[in-house]
């Protein structure tokens, strides 16, 4: 089973420029969510999707967008990088049967 | 909202020494609690999923328990070793306005010396 894929796991933008983060999962799981990890500030939800054609701001939406056209796939959007956004970004999925989460291997993420 | 605290942030132990870990979370209307591992620069590492209606789980050297009623959960570690050395956070798992919610802890830094 290949879980929860993210790609790229390196990146480095440049100020201004757009990118977006993959997100895949083959288990069929409903929930997917994007969350942020920096120094000391743990890990932050950024959005979320409770299915396909359904996402949800988190608690740090600003500068990222998401869509979710498939079950299996949820990218994450950066419009306009910042050097606030560097940062870990994790992917995770999870379905409302037993609970489980799932995480990708991370993505990290230098705006200069 | 749920909240979830792990004290202490971080903590040493010599190789050897059994290992306790804490997770304490506000509303006790939990679904499940997960104990993740990870490593410097890496990623997170599943290591204990305990339902709501358990009291407890084991895989080898790791033993977790749920109290739901005190809002606790704690990870024991026995006879550490330096292997262990990493950060371990809990997620809790709540039903909100009928979807799925999880919150993190900001986790536990342990270093065990050899």
């Known amino acids: 089973n290949a879980g929860v894929t993210q790609t790229p796991k390196f990146q480095v933008l440049k100020t201004g420029q757009s990118m977006t983060l993959q997100c895949a999962q083959d288990?069929?799981?409903?929930?997917m969510s994007w969350y942020r990890q920096d120094p000391g500030m743990g890990l932050r939800l950024i959005h979320y999707?409770?299915?396909?054609?359904?996402?949800d701001q988190g608690e740090v939406p600003n500068g990222y967008n998401v869509s979710r056209s498939t079950t299996e796939d949820f990218p994450l959007r950066l419009l306009s990088a910042a050097p606030s956004q560097t940062s870990v970004y994790f992917c995770?999925?999870?379905?409302?049967?037993?609970?489980?989460?799932?995480f990708g291997e991370g993505s990290r993420l230098t705006v200069l | 909202k749920q909240e979830v605290t792990q004290i202490p942030a971080a903590l040493s132990v010599p190789e050897g020494e059994n290992l306790v870990l804490n997770c304490s979370f506000t509303?006790?209307?939990?679904?499940?609690l997960q104990w993740f591992r990870q490593d410097p620069g890496k990623g997170l590492t599943s290591l204990l999923l305990?339902?709501?209606?358990?009291r407890e789980q084991t895989s080898g050297r790791l033993n977790a328990s749920l109290d739901k009623s005190s809002g606790r959960s704690t990870l024991y570690i026995a006879a550490s070793q330096p292997g262990d050395s990493a950060t371990y956070l809990c997620?809790?798992?709540?039903?909100?306005?009928?979807?799925?919610?999880?919150?993190f802890g900001k986790g536990n830094q342990v270093v065990v010396i050899p």
């Open positions: 995770a999925s999870w379905t409302g049967v037993t609970g489980e989460l799932f």
């Open positions: 288990m069929n799981h409903e929930y």
């Open positions: 999707s409770v299915g396909a054609g359904i996402t």
């Open positions: 509303d006790s209307a939990i679904y499940n």
């Open positions: 305990i339902q709501s209606s358990q």
């Open positions: 997620a809790v798992l709540s039903l909100w306005d009928g979807n799925n919610r999880l919150a």
